[in-house]
């Protein structure tokens, strides 16, 4: 299987190939085993390529944002990894306040563009790490928004290589998931903003920074939130409320300034990271009678 990577990607791919690649180095909480391939398309083109050939190979293929809300087990990714974060680049404003974003563009360097054109619509933002492809393939909010709020469509291309165009009504937006069709990648986002004062935008995008700071700012790599809030509650607190906050496990630790948080202290290991989590999860079963539910990815092999 690896002659024939190689093969394709000297022949074919103008992008930047990796072979045996530590998912650590990809993944913002910095733990997970080797991807067998990681490839940076470079644009629509190396994109299909890649689909193609995965496709008519039968290779796994995983897709990869800014590796934020990951953890990828120790044993790593087999196939190839498609890593979005240098193509994909592009912002074309339609009008004065849609606008069609390639994948590969950082929320964050969305969201400051955004508010220099004096739009508002995404400040809840200000501060998500990742990339728009990925904000929108998991619906990333804060403080009751989040993308489908801003979103009008995506294009997409599928393991075939055939792209194709789906409207937001047809995503089926939810809690951190977006419904896209199985095996296909975001390539765009067409989305529509609201004009706004410019001081009203950077006054909210500081509350909500400041908000963001005192509640998670743990000072370590981490993958966010790792459980979803439970109805009418705080899985953070629940954390707490069960003694866990702080406890350790290898070098992965819950958080002593947000107990939803896992953050990695130097040498963690995804072992560790998980065992953290099937703690947290037993625990507050046992003391609340509630299912905290991951909502980090969990993805690789043990």
């Given at each position: 299987m690896g002659e024939q990577y190689q093969l394709f990607f000297v022949q074919r791919f103008k992008g930047k190939v990796l072979f045996n690649v530590p998912m650590s180095r990809y993944t913002s909480i910095r733990v997970g085993g080797p991807a067998d391939v990681m490839a940076f398309p470079?644009?629509?083109?190396?994109?299909?390529?890649?689909?193609?050939?995965a496709t008519t190979k039968n290779f796994p293929l995983f897709v990869l944002g800014g590796g934020?809300?990951?953890v990828v087990r120790d044993?790593?990714?087999?196939?190839?990894?498609?890593?979005?974060t240098e193509g994909f680049e592009d912002i074309t404003w339609s009008d004065e306040t849609t606008v069609v974003v390639e994948s590969g563009v950082g929320l964050a360097a969305l969201v400051n563009r955004l508010k220099e054109r004096s739009l508002g619509g995404l400040e809840f933002a200000a501060g998500i790490p990742g990339t728009v492809g990925g904000a929108v393939a998991m619906n990333a909010g804060a403080y009751?928004?989040?993308?489908?709020?801003?979103?009008?469509?995506?294009e997409v291309i599928d393991r075939k290589g055939k792209k194709g165009f789906i409207p937001a009504a047809e995503l089926s937006f939810s809690y951190r998931k977006?419904?896209?069709?199985k095996d296909s990648i975001i390539v765009r986002v067409h989305m529509r903003f609201e004009k706004k004062e410019r001081s009203e935008i950077e006054e909210e995008m500081d509350r909500l920074r400041k908000r963001r700071e005192d509640t998670g700012s743990v000072g370590y790599p981490s993958a966010g939130s790792i459980f979803r809030n439970p109805?009418?509650?705080?899985?953070?607190?629940?954390?707490?409320?069960?003694?866990l906050k702080g406890y350790r496990i290898g070098d992965a630790q819950i958080s002593d300034v947000h107990a939803n948080y896992i953050i990695n202290r130097g040498e963690a290991k995804a072992r560790d990271v998980l065992a953290l989590m099937a703690l947290a999860r037993d625990r507050v079963f046992g003391l609340k009678g509630?299912?905290?539910e991951p909502e980090?990815?969990?993805v690789g092999e043990d």
């Open positions: 470079r644009d629509e083109a190396d994109l299909r390529d890649i689909m193609v050939f934020t809300n990951l044993g790593g990714i087999r196939g190839i990894v498609v890593n979005m009751g928004r989040d993308m489908s709020g801003v979103v009008e469509g995506v977006t419904s896209l069709p109805e009418g509650g705080y899985a953070g607190r629940l954390i707490e409320e069960a003694g509630i299912v905290l980090v990815r969990v």
